[in-house]
């Protein structure tokens, strides 16, 4: 099964079909796994150090109203991006994809970090998702070349794994920054943590590389890259129309519409906003899960700052239940007799996330404690591991390996384009229900009136992940 606009180059033979035996730490694969684990292990730190940072961050630059903005900015950009690292990737390799987007990604950090307004963080999150995009791509092409298919389910897991240290270690770490040396450092200090990943992982994979040669394909192809370009344009446009909220922004508003619709079919396999079975459907339920989750989870920290008076340290720990049990999730997916049953695990871990969205919003309610929604979070943090893990699992699967980049870039952008468009309509909620007009000290009278804000955004997002429950069934192939 190949994307909409295949991929030309002949690869060699993947590890699966020269498995020498042992598992991801056996002499072979020990380097690779520990290198590629360490650039999730950076991601992860500073995934959960922007979630805890990011209210005050957006009070102190007075952009509560752009709070969304500086989420889904990250995706837009990252649409861009995948594509042109799926390509990158299946023509040359995926080392220098890997290391150039690693470089770009610490750049954007010290943007963010140096930003004098909230436009120019939003600026720093986006050349962020430049180089998220290109790393993540990359780091699924390292699974499916170097890695036999009975292997790849643990090296997912070891995925998840790498949140948990970050989970815990995380909010702790950067709202101590926060209180005591100021927001701007939880950004600027990441970016030495980079240098770790690119000493550990260049030699493993570089003999990674030659072990498994791309031969030299042809220029990447324009019109796919086109179509990104449209894609991230599109949903910049949306997102930029969603903030206004006036007549004026219908104009961009249909812009984006018109740029990012067809880009999207061009982009994604045939039949994926369908729900086609097999491999379209694995790719749309990536971005369902993705998008559902991580739009609550944007909002989660401000609203326990805003409406239960939490630190942001104590906010940020709110999320640290999801991370630990994301991990446990994916641990269990890849346990050995799990593979007959993905699908009853996709669909269970959908269901699982929507109870956990509507159970955090079950804090909004004061005869409710606050750690209802770290309770909360943790069982939705299970139900995200049994499904993600999955899914990647059944795209690879799915995938010839000379599709594997093309097809990962789907994947991931279904994963981005669900991020942009569910956080941007969180924005657009938040919003339109007052909430953008929270600022320093109305944690009291009116700022209990932004609670209908977030109880509006749990909800909606519950229901969109209880959908892709609904659909979990079509990831099956017909026979």
């Given at each position: 099964?190949?994307?909409?606009?295949?991929?030309?180059?002949?690869?060699?033979?993947?590890?699966?079909?020269?498995?020498?035996?042992?598992?991801?730490?056996?002499?072979?694969?020990?380097?690779?796994?520990?290198?590629?684990?360490?650039?999730?292990?950076?991601?992860?730190?500073?995934?959960t150090?922007?979630?805890?940072a990011?209210p005050?961050?957006?009070?102190?630059?007075?952009?509560?109203?752009?709070?969304?903005?500086?989420?889904?900015?990250?995706?837009?950009?990252?649409?861009?991006a995948l594509?042109?690292?799926?390509?990158?990737?299946?023509?040359?390799?995926?080392?220098?994809?890997?290391?150039?987007?690693?470089?770009?990604?610490?750049?954007?950090?010290?943007?963010?970090g140096?930003?004098?307004?909230m436009?120019?963080?939003?600026?720093?999150?986006?050349?962020?998702?430049?180089?998220?995009?290109?790393?993540?791509?990359?780091?699924?092409?390292?699974?499916?070349?170097?890695?036999?298919?009975?292997?790849?389910?643990?090296?997912?897991?070891?995925?998840?794994?790498a949140?948990?240290?970050?989970?815990?270690?995380?909010?702790?770490?950067a709202?101590?920054?926060?209180?005591?040396?100021?927001?701007?450092?939880?950004?600027?200090a990441?970016?030495?943590?980079?240098?770790?990943?690119?000493?550990?992982?260049?030699?493993a994979?570089?003999?990674?590389?030659?072990?498994?040669?791309?031969?030299?394909?042809?220029?990447?192809?324009?019109?796919?890259?086109l179509?990104?370009?449209?894609?991230?344009?599109?949903?910049?446009?949306?997102?930029?129309?969603?903030?206004?909220?006036?007549?004026?922004?219908?104009?961009?508003?249909?812009?984006?519409?018109?740029l990012?619709?067809?880009a999207?079919?061009?982009?994604?396999?045939?039949?994926?906003?369908?729900?086609?079975?097999?491999?379209?459907?694995v790719?749309?339920?990536?971005?369902v899960?993705?998008?559902?989750?991580?739009?609550?989870?944007?909002?989660?920290p401000?609203?326990?700052?805003?409406?239960?008076?939490?630190?942001?340290?104590?906010?940020?720990?709110?999320l640290?239940?999801?991370?630990?049990?994301?991990?446990?999730?994916?641990?269990?997916?890849?346990?050995?007799?799990?593979?007959?049953?993905?699908?009853?695990?996709?669909?269970?871990?959908?269901?699982?996330?929507?109870?956990?969205?509507?159970?955090?919003?079950?804090?909004?309610?004061?005869a409710?404690?606050?750690?209802?929604a770290?309770v909360?979070?943790?069982?939705?943090?299970i139900?995200?591991?049994?499904?993600?893990?999955?899914?990647?699992?059944?795209?690879?699967?799915?995938?010839?390996?000379?599709?594997?980049?093309?097809?990962?870039?789907?994947?991931?952008?279904?994963?981005?384009?669900?991020?942009?468009?569910?956080?941007?309509?969180?924005?657009?909620?938040?919003?339109a229900?007052?909430?953008?007009?929270?600022?320093?000290?109305?944690?009291?009278?009116?700022?209990?009136?932004?609670?209908?804000?977030?109880?509006?955004?749990?909800?909606?997002?519950?229901?969109?992940?209880l959908?892709?429950?609904?659909?979990?069934?079509?990831?099956?192939?017909?026979?």
């Amino acid at each position: 099964m190949t994307t909409a606009s295949p991929t030309s180059v002949d690869s060699a033979p993947t590890a699966s079909a020269t498995d020498p035996g042992g598992g991801v730490l056996s002499g072979r694969y020990r380097a690779l796994t520990l290198g590629i684990v360490s650039v999730v292990l950076v991601i992860a730190f500073e995934a959960t150090a922007v979630n805890t940072a990011m209210p005050i961050a957006a009070r102190q630059l007075d952009g509560l109203g752009l709070y969304a903005f500086a989420f889904s900015g990250y995706f837009t950009t990252t649409l861009f991006a995948l594509v042109v690292s799926g390509q990158w990737c299946d023509r040359r390799g995926p080392l220098q994809p890997l290391l150039t987007g690693i470089t770009v990604f610490g750049a954007g950090l010290v943007v963010a970090g140096t930003a004098p307004g909230m436009w120019v963080f939003v600026a720093g999150r986006a050349i962020q998702g430049l180089g998220g995009g290109l790393v993540i791509v990359a780091l699924y092409v390292v699974v499916g070349r170097a890695y036999p298919e009975r292997l790849r389910p643990a090296v997912f897991a070891a995925f998840s794994s790498a949140w948990v240290l970050p989970s815990i270690v995380g909010p702790l770490v950067a709202g101590a920054v926060t209180q005591h040396l100021g927001w701007r450092w939880v950004f600027l200090a990441v970016p030495a943590l980079i240098l770790l990943p690119l000493a550990v992982m260049g030699p493993a994979l570089a003999r990674s590389e030659r072990e498994h040669p791309v031969l030299k394909g042809a220029d990447f192809d324009r019109r796919r890259t086109l179509l990104a370009a449209m894609a991230a344009l599109g949903a910049g446009l949306l997102q930029y129309a969603g903030q206004r909220l006036d007549p004026i922004g219908l104009v961009p508003g249909l812009a984006g519409v018109a740029l990012l619709a067809p880009a999207v079919l061009g982009l994604l396999p045939k039949r994926t906003l369908r729900a086609g079975r097999g491999l379209p459907a694995v790719i749309l339920l990536r971005g369902v899960a993705a998008g559902a989750f991580f739009a609550a989870e944007a909002f989660i920290p401000l609203m326990m700052v805003t409406q239960r008076g939490l630190s942001p340290t104590l906010a940020g720990l709110t999320l640290t239940s999801g991370g630990l049990s994301w991990a446990l999730g994916s641990w269990l997916q890849g346990r050995p007799g799990a593979e007959r049953y993905r699908t009853v695990m996709i669909r269970g871990g959908f269901l699982a996330t929507g109870v956990a969205i509507a159970g955090a919003a079950l804090v909004l309610v004061p005869a409710v404690p606050a750690w209802a929604a770290a309770v909360a979070w943790g069982v939705g943090g299970i139900g995200m591991g049994l499904t993600v893990a999955s899914v990647s699992v059944l795209m690879m699967k799915l995938s010839a390996p000379e599709d594997a980049g093309a097809n990962s870039a789907a994947l991931q952008m279904s994963d981005a384009l669900g991020n942009v468009l569910l956080t941007g309509l969180a924005g657009v909620l938040f919003a339109a229900l007052g909430g953008g007009s929270l600022a320093a000290g109305q944690e009291g009278a009116e700022g209990a009136g932004s609670a209908g804000a977030f109880a509006v955004i749990l909800l909606t997002m519950s229901g969109v992940a209880l959908i892709g429950a609904l659909l979990s069934g079509r990831v099956r192939a017909r026979t």
